[in-house]
């Protein structure tokens, strides 16, 4: 490639929009505002595979190798970008951590201003250093997810203002690439989905992925999609509004998901379930997916993780993975990086106390 050819292609972006422009709604005269987000590794996991076995096979898609270390970032390249063709000077978003380190970080590409509400004190440590190195403007409120996505869809309405939480549609098409990307490497889709449901915008943006894939005859199958919320934060699992939702794993600490009838009819057409897990089990399998197979993840994504462990044992599961086909291609999308959310774990670590500075007392404490 020739440096001006090379010069263009960056200039793009090299991400989601560049390389799904045709199933997105951008024209030659959107500006793009792109930082290489998506095209991120769909892991296979020979430990998974073997827990359901039968021949089945599981792949981890790490959307935590996202720039801003969460999928959002798919959807906003999209938000921002149409954002900036109408002309927006400012975003507002509500958020549980990673919409507004991913809005802010689109912003101060685009060169806009950015307006985050924010639950006080309920927002992962990484996250809300990312909002604050990348200059947006932070609101924290006394109330939840659900108070701050209220008030910003009211203050959405000012023509100054443009929203860029999944209620934007321009979010869920830019997250729909994820579902692109699987179909385009497995050379068609899976025969399951399993991801977190929070405010229920990315398993929606999934099952239009796969459905639109197929409709343009670049897929055969769709998925089961497999939804899983935190036992205290599991308003699509018992079908009501959660006032006070509560888990350990913020960024689906959801109790009236904004994409909630979506999200239902996706699981349903789909022939899918949505089912819970409890804290304890998606620290469990946060732990186990570092150990065994390196990727580390925040405590949300690894309720897909846990979901799917849930699948392969507990007769109480929604389903169980006893009655799968032999051979069934599985994909469970980790959906965020685990270094935004270190104060999950490190009450886990312990204290770590030192030894002297030779090697007697280095091969002492190791036990040789
Ligand atoms: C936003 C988010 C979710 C939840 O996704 P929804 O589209 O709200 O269902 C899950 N995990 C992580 C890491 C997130 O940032």
């Not at 109330?143 to 869809?153: E, Q, Y």
């Not at 205290?232 to 350990?248: M, N, Q, V």
Request: contains cysteine; charged residues 20%.
């Amino acid at each position: 490639m020739s440096m001006n050819a090379a010069g263009s292609r960056l200039k793009q972006g090299g991400g989601v929009i560049d390389r799904y422009r045709e199933f997105l709604p951008v024209s030659n005269s959107t500006p793009i505002v792109s930082l290489g987000e998506g095209n991120t590794p769909l892991v296979y996991s020979a430990k998974l595979s073997a827990r359901i076995g039968r021949g089945c096979e599981v792949f981890v898609k790490n959307e935590g190798v996202n720039p801003t270390g969460s999928f959002k970032d798919r959807g906003m390249t999209v938000a921002v970008s149409k954002a900036i063709e109408r002309g927006a000077r400012t975003l507002i978003c509500a958020s549980t951590g990673n919409t507004s380190a991913s809005a802010a970080a689109y912003a101060a590409r685009a060169g806009i201003e950015c307006t985050v509400i924010l639950p006080a004190g309920k927002i992962a440590s990484g996250k809300l250093l990312q909002a604050f190195v990348h200059g947006a403007k932070i609101i924290a409120i006394d109330g939840n997810f659900d108070d701050a996505l209220r008030i910003v869809r009211k203050l959405g309405q000012r023509e100054s203002l443009v929203i860029v939480n999944s209620i934007n549609p321009d979010r869920i098409a830019g997250q729909k690439t994820a579902a692109f990307e699987i179909a385009d490497l497995l050379g068609d889709a899976p025969d399951f989905h399993l991801l977190p449901l929070g405010n229920a915008g990315n398993l929606t943006a999934y099952w239009a992925g796969y459905r639109e894939y197929q409709g343009n005859g670049r897929s055969k199958r769709l998925p089961a999609m497999f939804g899983f919320q935190a036992a205290g934060a599991a308003p699509i699992f018992h079908d009501k509004i959660i006032e006070r939702p509560e888990t350990i794993a913020s960024a689906i600490r959801i109790g009236n998901p904004a994409s909630w009838r979506q999200a239902r009819a996706a699981i349903d057409q789909s022939k899918g379930v949505v089912d819970l897990v409890t804290d304890e089990q998606i620290i469990e399998a946060q732990i186990w997916l570092a150990q065994h197979e390196g990727i580390f993840v925040e405590p949300a994504s690894a309720a897909a993780i846990a979901g799917l462990f849930k699948c392969c044992n507990a007769k109480d599961a929604a389903y169980s993975f006893q009655k799968i086909p032999e051979e069934s291609r599985i994909v469970c999308t980790v959906t965020g990086h685990g270094l935004k959310d270190p104060d999950a774990l490190t009450a886990r670590m312990g204290k770590i106390t030192s030894v002297a500075a030779n090697e007697e007392d280095v091969l002492r404490a190791l036990g040789l």
